[in-house]
């Protein structure tokens, strides 16, 4: 089917070629209702831009308002001359053109941004230029958008401003950019992968002397070199660098808040801790088992000769259990003592938990730590004044810490753990006040009673007391070891190092240039209290950081 021009009426069935003289144009049959004569008029209906010009009904209210809604409307319009204009912010007027007009100045003042290339968008040199049409914003934005020589070119003109100054200080010399640095001297400016080569033989080559990152820095700039990140890539890698961690300093700030270990009631926890093997040993016995109630500070302690699973299990039925009755908790590290099979069968037949802090992390089981010291005071004097092996001195070292009062609670173990102070040797040799009151009421056996029951009664009233003081005493504790804490948080998955065990152990270095720390380790467990459980990223051997 042939038709005289592109707009005259077409027939056509499905199957049907339809042609049309002149441009070739695509017809789509449709099945509407509609006559296709009138689809084919819709489809290449040309848009006619001044139909209605968005101007004239704004021209007509200027001349004629009807209301005061009109003139809050056109208060930025005004007619000069029979032409309307618009006022921009700061005052300038802009001529409001036509749609077709509009168009043209479009691609005109597109074309010059292209050449240009000043860093000023289009729609704000439509503006310089003095255009205005409603939909001039939108319709600017959207060409940059589509321009694929502005998405590329086209900077903001804050930020070609910038360029413009740094470019001042760059020149290029033999095909190599450099920068003009501060102390007149050029710097040669690297790329990423240069920078990488360069820090690695400054840092850890022939001559590398392992410096820190402001050294690092400061050599590389005298060296002449140079890079935007400079600063940044040497405090990094410093860093990561290997060698480096495996040789610093330890670290002597507290990594993670005190972990509050106030208990209820009395004999509700206690911490054991083993102290030894000690030299030289007394009667065999090269160890001492310790066990210090939580509350009151009591303590309980033997010696022995091998520091088996057996022993510790005995201990704690025997000293612990049967005397004071069976306890909430136990806290202990985790050496092999305190965790076989005869201490948990014990632990699980009274149901008592068992809490474990790693042995390269003391203060876990603090209280223990502190009576150790303690203890291990007061022996190596007896031992000093008196002679003999400590182990005949253990039972008066333990009598002289029961009865002495604790800065923490105010009372002495003693007090609060049977209601009144224990009668000390010195009471003996000048009587005291009490002694004598005692022999005179010794014939009368109910005064002594009552004494006593008063004695019991207050027991209670001392332990409130005592818990009190104590929390205060801790939270006093707690607020000057938050001044020297630096928090360190790892997470599952990160790579640690660790102290090496003799610095654990705080035993002497086997050598002048073994490391202060080991590893890689990878975190497989973090808790809240700052434990970890890690294993060796090479070896894959369990072990434990903080």
């Known amino acids: 089917m042939r038709c005289e021009n592109r707009y005259a009426d077409a027939l056509a069935t499905l199957g049907s070629q339809v042609s049309f003289e002149g441009s070739k144009v695509d017809v789509t049959i449709d099945k509407r209702s509609m006559p296709i004569t009138d689809l084919l008029r819709e489809k290449f209906k040309e848009p006619n831009l001044d139909a209605e010009d968005w101007r004239t009904p704004i021209k007509a209210k200027l001349v004629a308002p009807e209301g005061v809604a009109d003139l809050k409307v056109l208060k930025d319009y005004v007619l000069i001359a029979g032409d309307l204009y618009r006022r921009l912010p700061g005052g300038v007027l802009a001529r409001c053109v036509n749609l077709q007009e509009a168009a043209k100045k479009l691609t005109e003042v597109h074309e010059k941004c292209c050449e240009l290339r000043d ?92 410096q820190g990152k402001k050294r690092l820095y400061q050599l590389l700039l005298t060296l002449g070199y140079y890079w935007p990140t400079m600063k940044k890539d040497t405090a990094d890698f410093v860093k990561s660098c290997h060698t480096c961690q495996l040789q610093a300093n330890l670290i002597h700030t507290h990594p993670t808040s005190l972990q509050n270990m106030a208990t209820p009631w009395p004999f509700h926890t206690w911490g054991l801790d083993l102290i030894g093997p000690i030299n030289p040993a007394s009667g065999g016995y090269i160890w001492i088992l310790v066990a210090t109630e939580y509350f009151s500070k009591w303590v309980e302690a033997i010696p022995l000769r091998k520091a088996t699973g057996a022993a510790v299990a005995n201990f704690i039925r025997e000293h612990i259990i049967t005397r004071f009755g069976i306890p909430h908790k136990i806290i202990s590290d985790n050496g092999t003592p305190f965790v076989n099979k005869n201490v948990r069968e014990v632990l699980e037949h009274y149901r008592i938990k068992h809490r474990r802090s790693t042995p390269y992390y003391p203060q876990g089981n603090g209280q223990a730590e502190a009576t150790n010291r303690m203890l291990l005071r007061i022996l190596s004097k007896m031992v000093f004044d008196y002679g003999k092996g400590w182990n005949s001195h253990l039972a008066d070292t333990l009598w002289a810490y029961r009865g002495s009062t604790k800065t923490a609670t105010g009372f002495t173990p003693f007090s609060l753990v ?90 002497p270095s086997p050598s002048k240039f073994a490391p202060n720390w080991e590893g890689p380790y990878l975190i497989r467990e973090a808790y809240d209290s700052g434990y970890y459980k890690a294993i060796h990223r090479r070896w894959h051997d369990p072990g434990r950081s903080h």
């Open 119 to 210: 860093g000023i968008s289009l729609y704000r040199r439509l503006q310089r230029l003095g255009y205005f049409w409603p939909s001039m914003s939108k319709e600017a934005a959207s060409l940059q958008e589509q321009c694929s020589f502005c998405q590329h070119q086209h900077e903001p003109a804050k930020q070609a401003v910038r360029i413009k100054k740094l470019a001042t200080r760059y020149f290029v010399e033999g095909g190599i950019l450099f920068r003009k640095g501060f102390h007149g001297d050029p710097l040669r400016c690297l790329s990423l992968a240069e920078s990488q080569t360069v820090m690695k033989e400054a840092h850890s080559g022939e001559c590398g002397e392992h």
């Open 418 to 507: 049977y209601g009144t102070d224990a009668i000390s040797p010195t009471e003996l040799l000048v009587p005291s006040p009490r002694i004598l009151h005692g022999m005179d009421l010794e014939a009368d056996a109910d005064i002594c009673a009552e004494a006593r029951v008063a004695d019991l009664e207050g027991l209670e009233e001392a332990r409130e007391l005592a818990q009190a003081r104590s929390l205060r005493y801790h939270q006093k504790l707690a607020d000057a070891y938050e001044k020297t804490l630096q928090t360190r948080i790892f997470a599952k998955g990160q790579m640690v190092l660790k102290t090496v065990d003799h610095v654990r152990r705080g035993l």
